[in-house]
């Protein structure tokens, strides 16, 4: 595809990130030494006698060893990731990556903003109180692709199309509040790009199952952009497995652990 006959980049998700500001994922609390504990769990395995009156080597020493005796050279041990658990807040991501994400059922846990109640940011799209842009996401223009092997081009046109139609559901929306219908119900003259939070509970191995599967390059474009979030976040918490994760796995496609 070209502009003015220069061949056009596709947007990835790491622009995404840089032309959006709005999306944000921040760490709210965590097991504080993961590696430990899954060295305790592992260890426990192969022990004749109780983990717990056993010196336990430090949190380094630890991540080596549950990298060498669990996870290299494919042997697949990923049962005592499940013991540490984090938790992140994520907003400013388009709706359906909440719903995207919540198919993760396994080892995870959700809150998520409901529509029923936070109704008072739509109005004020409405009453021009607030941007539509900051309460609803619209992909940036910019050239984009997809795993079917569309390619085109999303122009300023269009960007600009799209949040009037927006501001148009809202103002319908608040004008069907003001004569006392309920929320659940004038939501649906709502876009579905309206801007959903959520904060989201992982033990490790199911984060890392959210990685193979949301991180790979087919996924959606704004769910590999919460990935690209989470990735840094969970190099600080576990260091020695997600640097084995990122050498042997992120972006490859695999079948989840």
């Not at 769990?41 to 949190?59: F, L, M, R, V, W």
């Not at 540490?84 to 907003?91: D, G, H, K, N, Y």
Request: glycine share 4%; aromatic share 10%; proline share 5%.
């Amino acid at each position: 595809m070209n502009i003015d006959g220069k061949k056009m980049k596709p947007i990835k998700a790491k622009d995404l990130l840089e032309l959006d500001k709005n999306l944000e994922v921040v760490m709210l609390q965590c097991y504080s030494l993961p590696e430990q504990v899954i060295y305790q769990a592992g260890k426990c395995d192969y022990s004749e006698t109780a983990i717990h009156n056993q010196t336990i080597p430090s949190p380094s020493k630890c991540g080596e060893w549950v990298v060498e005796r669990l996870l290299s050279n494919e042997k697949g041990h990923w049962g005592p990731l499940e013991h540490p658990a984090i938790t992140f807040s994520v907003s400013g991501y388009v709706h359906n990556v909440a719903m995207q994400a919540r198919t993760h059922r396994v080892g995870v846990s959700f809150d998520v903003q409901s529509q029923r109640y936070t109704g008072k940011r739509v109005i004020k799209v409405a009453s021009e109180e607030l941007k539509p842009e900051d309460v609803f996401f619209v992909r940036p223009p910019g050239f984009y692709t997809n795993r079917y092997g569309k390619k085109y081009d999303w122009t300023q046109e269009d960007y600009q199309d799209e949040l009037n139609w927006i501001v148009e559901g809202c103002k319908r929306y608040a004008v069907k509040y003001e004569k006392g219908m309920c929320e659940e119900h004038i939501r649906d003259y709502l876009a579905q790009a309206i801007r959903q939070n959520f904060v989201v509970s992982f033990n490790l191995r199911s984060v890392l199952h959210l990685m193979d599967l949301r991180a790979k390059m087919d996924a959606q474009l704004e769910i590999q952009a919460l990935c690209e979030q989470l990735a840094p976040l969970l190099e600080r918490w576990s260091p020695h497995v997600w640097k084995y994760y990122e050498e042997k796995r992120l972006h490859r496609a695999r079948l989840s652990p």
